[in-house]
């Protein structure tokens, strides 16, 4: 027998737990049945020998012309019967899970987009009636306020004897009077009125301190500039001042004209009655309705058809072609060769003599 058949039998007699070789034999060629004590391993192994003997002795009973050897056939043994179907094999254990991989790097910040155009301001609207008084609020948990409401009038409750308001820039006060008891204390040191120049002061000119001329027409220009009309009275009115205690005519809240005035300057006024009807509507009307029912009468400021609302306006004492004219009071004036002086000025002390200003107490 070759060395490597002989190999193979020992490891086939291993597996199937036989050392013997003649007890393997009878198993490949199934004169001897497997043992019970052989698992169903070694007896599919058994089975499958004993067929691959019943093969190989059909081969051999071919002849070269391709036909069967009947006397051979007749004198051979018989045909075993198929072995049983060996068993499933074991399902093979499922592989690890893989290893998750690392979080990636947060991507950069892209840059900013540019800053879009700024939107067309609107059309203000015009100022409404007056609404109904609200309801009293609740009392605060730290006392009582110093002020209440009292038809339409906020009133003090308690006497206050010092107040101060602090504002850096402009405290203003939307009222048409301001009423005291007793005196306006400033440090400003003349009483002004606003005057437009006669050219206008385009070019934004600093003329601080100078002495001004009343032109025909009711405007102001200097003593060096050209009459604005014939045979115009050179009469000295006041100042150009910067530090002033009360400025009239600055109109700083709205255009002059906004509203229809009288010729004394008067705001004409318009009366409406505003009520609610059956369905629950507000109605505001000129005409007055029936007796039976509540309204309120409300009266509002006649616009002029003339203004504009979507003009912005700009307080005449920050525009260039009017100017503060000191009318009474004390202040610095800048005297040229050719000014002329009120009589009922008084020449005070020299502030600066190579510029000639000095103070002048204007009465």
Request: hydrophobic fraction near 30%; charge should be negative; aromatic fraction near 8%.
């Given at each position: 027998?070759?060395?490597?058949?002989?190999?193979?039998?020992?490891?086939?007699?291993?597996?199937?737990?036989?050392?013997?070789?003649?007890?393997?034999?009878?198993?490949?060629?199934?004169?001897?049945?497997?043992?019970?004590?052989?698992?169903?391993?070694?007896?599919?192994?058994?089975?499958?020998?004993r067929l691959?003997?019943?093969?190989?002795?059909?081969?051999?009973?071919?002849?070269?012309?391709?036909?069967?050897?009947?006397?051979?056939?007749?004198?051979?043994?018989?045909?075993?019967?198929?072995?049983?179907?060996?068993?499933?094999?074991?399902?093979?254990?499922?592989?690890?899970?893989?290893?998750?991989?690392?979080?990636?790097?947060?991507?950069?910040?892209?840059?900013?987009?540019?800053?879009?155009?700024?939107?067309?301001?609107?059309?203000?609207?015009?100022?409404?009636?007056?609404?109904?008084?609200?309801?009293?609020?609740?009392?605060?948990?730290?006392?009582?306020?110093?002020?209440?409401?009292?038809?339409?009038?906020?009133?003090?409750?308690?006497?206050?004897?010092?107040?101060?308001?602090?504002?850096?820039?402009?405290?203003?006060?939307?009222?048409?009077?301001?009423?005291?008891?007793?005196?306006?204390?400033c440090n400003?040191?003349?009483?002004?009125?606003?005057?437009?120049?006669?050219?206008?002061?385009?070019?934004?000119?600093?003329?601080?301190?100078?002495?001004?001329?009343?032109?025909?027409?009711?405007?102001?220009?200097?003593?060096?500039?050209?009459?604005?009309?014939?045979?115009?009275?050179?009469?000295?009115?006041?100042?150009?001042?910067?530090?002033?205690?009360?400025?009239?005519?600055?109109?700083?809240?709205?255009?002059?004209?906004?509203?229809?005035?009288?010729?004394?300057?008067?705001?004409?006024?318009?009366?409406?009655?505003?009520?609610?009807?059956?369905?629950?509507?507000?109605?505001?009307?000129?005409?007055?309705?029936?007796?039976?029912?509540?309204?309120?009468?409300?009266?509002?400021?006649?616009?002029?058809?003339?203004?504009?609302?979507?003009?912005?306006?700009?307080?005449?004492?920050?525009?260039?072609?009017?100017?503060?004219?000191?009318?009474?009071?004390?202040?610095?004036?800048?005297?040229?060769?050719?000014?002329e002086l009120?009589?009922?000025?008084?020449?005070?002390?020299?502030?600066?003599?190579?510029?000639?200003?000095?103070?002048?107490?204007?009465?």
């Open positions: 027998m070759d060395v490597n058949v002989d190999k193979f039998a020992a490891a086939i007699g291993q597996i199937m737990g036989v050392n013997d070789p003649s007890e393997l034999a009878g198993l490949f060629t199934g004169q001897q049945p497997p043992s019970s004590d052989m698992n169903d391993v070694q007896k599919t192994i058994a089975s499958v020998c691959m003997s019943i093969i190989f002795k059909a081969s051999k009973n071919v002849g070269s012309d391709g036909n069967v050897d009947v006397e051979n056939n007749n004198s051979g043994g018989f045909q075993g019967q198929q072995g049983p179907q060996g068993p499933q094999g074991r399902q093979g254990t499922p592989g690890r899970q893989g290893v998750q991989g690392e979080k990636g790097v947060q991507g950069e910040q892209g840059p900013q987009g540019d800053e879009g155009p700024q939107g067309i301001q609107g059309i203000q609207g015009e100022q409404g009636p007056r609404g109904f008084p609200g309801a009293d609020g609740l009392r605060g948990n730290d006392g009582e306020s110093f002020f209440k409401l009292e038809d339409g009038i906020v009133k003090n409750i308690h006497n206050i004897s010092d107040m101060e308001i602090t504002s850096f820039n402009n405290l203003s006060f939307n009222s048409n009077n301001i009423v005291t008891n007793g005196t306006q204390i400003g040191n003349c009483e002004s009125h606003m005057f437009e120049w006669a050219d206008g002061n385009k070019s934004n000119e600093n003329r601080d301190g100078r002495i001004v001329y009343l032109t025909n027409d009711g405007k102001i220009r200097l003593i060096e500039q050209e009459d604005s009309g014939v045979g115009e009275k050179l009469q000295p009115i006041g100042v150009v001042s910067v530090n002033n205690g009360v400025v009239y005519n600055s109109h700083p809240m709205y255009w002059n004209n906004k509203y229809v005035c009288d010729d004394y300057g008067n705001i004409k006024t318009k009366t409406t009655y505003r009520y609610t009807n059956k369905k629950g509507i507000v109605i505001q009307s000129v005409r007055r309705p029936s007796k039976n029912t509540k309204y309120e009468i409300v009266v509002t400021k006649e616009l002029n058809p003339e203004f504009n609302s979507e003009m912005d306006y700009e307080n005449r004492y920050d525009r260039p072609e009017w100017s503060s004219i000191a009318l009474r009071g004390n202040v610095p004036v800048k005297i040229l060769a050719s000014d009120d009589d009922r000025w008084i020449l005070t002390n020299m502030l600066n003599e190579t510029e000639n200003i000095r103070n002048v107490f204007i009465r």
